[in-house]
T-cell receptor, first 113, second 110 residues
Framework: DGGITQSPKYLFRKEGQNVTLSCEQN?????MYWYRQDPGQGLRLIYY???????QKGDIAEGYSVSREKKESFPLTVTSAQKNPTAFYLC????????????FGSGTQLSVL | RKEVEQDPGPFNVPEGATVAFNCTYS??????FFWYRQDCRKEPKLLMS???SGNEDGRFTAQLNRASQYISLLIRDSKLSDSATYLC???????????FGSGTRLLVRP
């Protein structure tokens, strides 16, 4: 079955530590996205990528980094510079179109120890 | 002003009721509109796209009012399983970037 897989489901970060969230899709989608969701709030875009080896900052990119070495994979690193990393992180993918439907992974809940 | 605004609710309705949510957006150049459903601690899932002429999918009806810059979602004959948060999603102006509202929570009681 085609889909988008995020791991791990839960992740704990110590102070000063970098952590990486995994996102893999086998839908052959060109575009991939990372969103952050805080309780009671909508999704905010962190980074997005439309093509391999290229990505752009979203609205809240500070303290995060990404790579897009393969079409299927778009890992997100939460660096120590992100001072408030506790949130629900969602990865999504889509085709490139003006009326695109987003397919989401099941999310990673990141908490600080 | 937020780019996409929704009443957070919760809307608490009995089974079988009809309930409607509105969502307003600030950018008149927006072209793509969607309603997503999100269950607690789960990923959002597309409920329906919203077209200019309005569209219906079973018990769900979505409408777009460009003049007043709002979209609506009507749910008829509410089921317990409709309890969720409904996210309004609009593209940012003429770009493909999507802006999510903070969601409207619906609770359907027996």
């Amino acid at each position: 079955d085609g889909g988008i897989t995020q791991s791990p489901k839960y992740l704990f970060r110590k102070e000063g530590q970098n952590v990486t969230l995994s996102c893999e899709q086998n839908l052959n989608h060109d575009a991939m996205y990372w969103y952050r969701q805080d309780p009671g709030q909508g999704l905010r875009l962190i980074y997005y990528s439309q093509i391999v080896n290229d990505f752009q900052k979203g609205d809240i990119a500070e303290g995060y980094s990404v790579s897009r070495e393969k079409k299927e994979s778009f890992p997100l690193t939460v660096t120590s510079a992100q001072k408030n990393p506790t949130a629900f992180y969602l990865c999504a993918s889509s085709t490139i179109s003006t009326n695109e439907k987003l397919f989401f992974g099941s999310g990673t809940q990141l908490s600080v120890l | 002003r937020k780019e996409v605004e929704q009443d957070p609710g919760p809307f608490n309705v009995p089974e079988g009721a009809t309930v409607a949510f509105n969502c307003t957006y600030s950018n008149s150049a927006s072209q793509s509109f969607f309603w997503y459903r999100q269950d607690c601690r789960k990923e959002p899932k597309l409920l329906m796209s919203v077209y200019s002429s309005g569209n219906e999918d079973g018990r769900f009806t979505a409408q777009l009012n460009r003049a007043s810059q709002y979209i609506s979602l009507l749910i008829r004959d509410s089921k317990l399983s409709d309890s969720a948060t409904y996210l309004c999603v609009v593209n940012k102006g003429s770009s493909y970037k999507l802006i999510f509202g903070s969601g409207t929570r619906l609770l359907v009681r027996p």
